[in-house]
């Protein structure tokens, strides 16, 4: 069954070398936000593997929690917001609110009161095992949630913008692409809340792999005819 979730680190390694590649290249802070993200989700997809070969530890259930259930989406969603808007002010809020952001979850997840005793299953509930602190189980809705609609939200604002114009249909597919495995992504929290580790594991795999289409397809060279002389 671990198996499962080492195939999704493996996918999300992939796409976040394939980002970072492209930032090294344009040097778009969008695209490092995202490679960071990716990185995450590859981070806890590991920790998950780990877990269900071994058993769970507590840092190891942390660090899922951290970057799986709190972090990684409000990652794609600042990097949304650097890509669309060009006002130095947003941007650099954006940043500040997410380094901030970042260290505080980072902190109060390692410091959580994490209940040893209901990590003994596959995948263990958020619920049970931070029955003892559920702030800390509220921070993946504090930060994921908004972060989500923020990020399909601007990924159909730009698709929107690009309607109808033909020089930009591959960039317009392959932003629906984006929003679309965003989503398919969230939609694997059900069968997190259900413990069902195959189920998780393969619709994240499944998401990443869409958001990875959609990015290569919206990064091919945009065709701008020429006027007739």
Do not use: C
């Not at 952001?101 to 263990?124: E, H, I, K, S």
């Amino acid at each position: 069954m671990w198996l499962v979730p080492s195939g999704a680190a493996a996918v999300a390694l992939v796409f976040a070398a394939a980002l970072l590649q492209r930032y090294t290249q344009r040097r778009r802070p969008a695209h490092l936000l995202w490679a960071l993200a990716l990185l995450m989700y590859a981070g806890a997809s590991l920790a998950l593997a780990l877990g269900v070969r071994d058993g769970w530890s507590g840092s190891e259930y942390r660090w899922y929690w951290a970057l799986g259930a709190v972090l990684n989406v409000p990652y794609l969603a600042a990097g949304e917001i650097l890509l669309l808007s060009q006002d130095r002010r947003v941007r650099l809020g954006t940043l500040v609110l997410l380094l901030f952001g970042t260290a505080f979850a980072l902190a109060r997840v390692r410091t959580g009161t994490l209940d040893l005793a209901a990590l003994g299953r596959d995948l263990p509930l958020g619920k049970e095992a931070w029955a003892g602190d559920p702030f800390v189980l509220d921070l993946a809705r504090y930060y994921a949630f908004p972060a989500y609609f923020l990020l399909v939200g601007g990924t159909l604002w730009s698709a929107w913008w690009m309607r109808g114009r033909p020089e930009l249909r591959d960039r317009f597919s392959g932003t629906l692409g984006i929003a679309v495995g965003a989503t398919i992504v969230a939609a694997g929290s059900a069968f997190a809340l259900t413990g069902q580790v195959v189920g998780f594991s393969a619709t994240l795999a499944v998401g990443i792999v869409v958001m990875f289409w959609g990015f290569i397809r919206a990064s091919r060279p945009v065709a701008v005819a020429r006027s007739a002389s």
